[in-house]
Nanobody
Framework: QVQLQESGPGLVKPSQALSPTCTVS??????????WSWIRQPPGQGLEWMGA???????RYGPSLKSRTSISRDTSKNQITLQLTAVTPGDTAVYYC????????????????WGQGTQVTVSS
């Protein structure tokens, strides 16, 4: 059973960076054939796919946040980390990691496994 567990800062000040981490169990981020994605959901809005990293370490990003987003991994810990820079209150959202065979996730059915999400609030 694949399980994903996000952990994050909770509260971030404007202009800083947020960096939640996703710890994966039950699968290997380097050998199992999944895209490991970050998706966010601002209050009252739908899901927004931010990007994904593949098992070979290559990454792809959604166009709207591409200039501020990077996804990296720690293979020794089987973790995926998102970094979003220069945040504003508009980046307040629940941040999810997910694993699936689709590169871009638009609905919950596009991924096979989801974490429970971590709330990140951007406020001074």
């Amino acid at each position: 059973q694949v399980q994903l567990q996000e952990s994050g800062p909770g509260l971030v000040k404007p202009s800083q960076a947020l960096s939640p981490t996703c710890t994966v169990s039950g699968a290997s981020i380097t050998t199992d054939y999944y895209y490991w994605s970050w998706i966010r959901q601002p209050p009252g809005q739908g899901l927004e796919w931010m990007g994904a990293i593949a098992r070979d370490g290559s990454s792809r990003y959604g166009p709207s946040l591409k200039s501020r987003t990077s996804i990296s991994r720690d293979t020794s810990k089987n973790q995926i980390t998102l970094q979003l820079t220069a945040v504003t209150p508009g980046d307040t959202a629940v941040y999810y990691c997910a694993a699936g065979k689709h590169l871009r996730i638009q609905t919950t059915t596009d991924a096979d496994y989801w974490g429970q999400g971590t709330q990140v609030t951007v406020s001074s």
